[in-house]
């Protein structure tokens, strides 16, 4: 009886372990790709993301825009935060998200826009 229940016990280890190992590996994966995609994205960008607490992605899956198009993410803004108004049986947290979201967005337009005045200015001699 001991023996079957030294087994189990074993067995039982050895696939948390595995599961344990699988996942670790899965993080560093994506903690790599998430490194890789902040060091293509611009300094300012990546500044603006850690201010924010949300990454361009994931502001944009929160407004779910596709594009940076001021007229879509007001739209989606206004429509997501009516929704989710307390008083209407919504949650506070999502509709912070929401504003917090659309934060991120408009920083990124700003800097975008920023960037194109930049280039189209004549170097300095």
Partial sequence: MAKYLAQIIVMGVQVVGRAFARALQQEFAASRAAADARGRA???????????GLSLQE???ILNVSKLSPEEIQKNYEHLFK???????????????????????????????????????PPKT
Avoid: C
């Avoid at 300094?43 to 201010?51: G, I, P, R």
């Avoid at 209407?88 to 991120?104: I, T």
């Fill in 83 to 121: 929704v989710n108004d307390k008083s209407v049986g919504g949650s506070f947290y999502l509709q912070s998200k929401v504003v917090r979201a659309k934060e991120r967005l408009e920083e990124e337009l700003r800097i975008q826009a920023q960037e194109d005045r930049e280039r189209e200015q």
């Fill in 42 to 52: 611009g300094h300012q960008s990546a500044a603006a993301s850690n201010l924010s």
């Fill in 59 to 61: 502001a944009q899956q």
